[in-house]
C-alpha cells in the first residue's frame, strides 16, 4: 500500500488518494455548482473544508485501508472527480460516494471508478457489504449505482431533501463478476 493508500488504475482512469497537493482541484470540484447540488446539499464549502477532508481520508487509509481517491483520465491532465468511501451518520456507516466535473459526465467514469472502489472494498479490504446513498432527484447517480448492480434498500426524507439508499453484499459482486 502507498504511504497515503493504494493507488488503483483501470481502463482509463488512475484513483489516488487524497493528498494535500489536491486542495486546489479538490475545492474547484467540490464547489462547482452542478457537483454540489448532489453531494453537498447546495452548499459552497471552504478551502478549509477540503484539507480537512483530505486530513480525514488520509487517516482513514492509514486506519482502515479505504478513504477517497482522486481521479484522472489517463489521456488528460487534472482531476476530473473523486470516488471512495467516507462514513456518515452516528453511528459512522461507511459509504460509497463519487463525483465528477460536470465536463466529463455521460463517459462511463462514474461507473469504472466506483467499480474499482467497491472491488476494492470486497477484494481487499473483505469488507460484507458496501452501502452507497443518491438523493432521489440524482438520476444519473442512482442509474450508476443500479448500472454497478446495488439495489435500494430505503427511501428517508428530511422534509427537505428525498434521499435513496443502496446496499450491495460481497456474494453478490462476486456473483456479478464471474
Avoid: C, K
Wanted: glycine share 8%; net charge negative.
Amino acid at each position: 500500500m502507498e504511504p497515503n493508500g493504494p493507488l488503483i488504475t483501470t481502463a482509463r482512469l488512475t484513483l489516488r488518494p487524497f493528498g494535500g497537493e489536491d486542495v486546489g482541484e479538490l475545492y474547484r470540484l467540490f464547489t462547482d455548482a452542478n457537483v454540489r447540488r448532489h453531494l453537498l446539499d447546495d452548499v459552497v464549502v471552504s478551502r478549509e473544508w477540503v484539507a480537512d477532508e483530505i486530513a480525514s481520508s488520509q487517516a482513514r487509509f492509514a486506519e482502515s485501508g479505504d478513504g477517497l481517491w482522486t481521479l484522472t483520465d489517463h489521456a488528460r491532465e487534472g482531476i476530473v472527480g473523486f470516488v471512495g468511501f467516507r462514513p456518515f451518520f452516528d453511528p459512522p456507516e461507511h459509504q460509497l460516494l463519487y463525483g465528477l466535473l460536470p465536463s466529463h459526465w455521460g463517459r462511463g467514469y462514474a461507473t469504472e471508478a466506483a467499480a474499482a472502489a467497491i472491488d476494492y472494498a470486497f477484494g481487499v479490504l473483505g469488507q460484507e457489504e458496501v452501502r452507497a446513498a443518491s438523493d432521489a432527484p440524482n438520476t444519473a447517480s442512482i442509474a450508476v449505482l443500479t448500472r454497478l448492480g446495488m439495489h435500494e434498500s430505503l427511501r428517508m426524507s428530511d422534509g427537505a431533501r428525498d434521499t435513496v439508499f443502496f446496499r450491495m453484499l460481497a456474494s453478490e459482486w462476486r456473483e456479478r463478476s464471474s
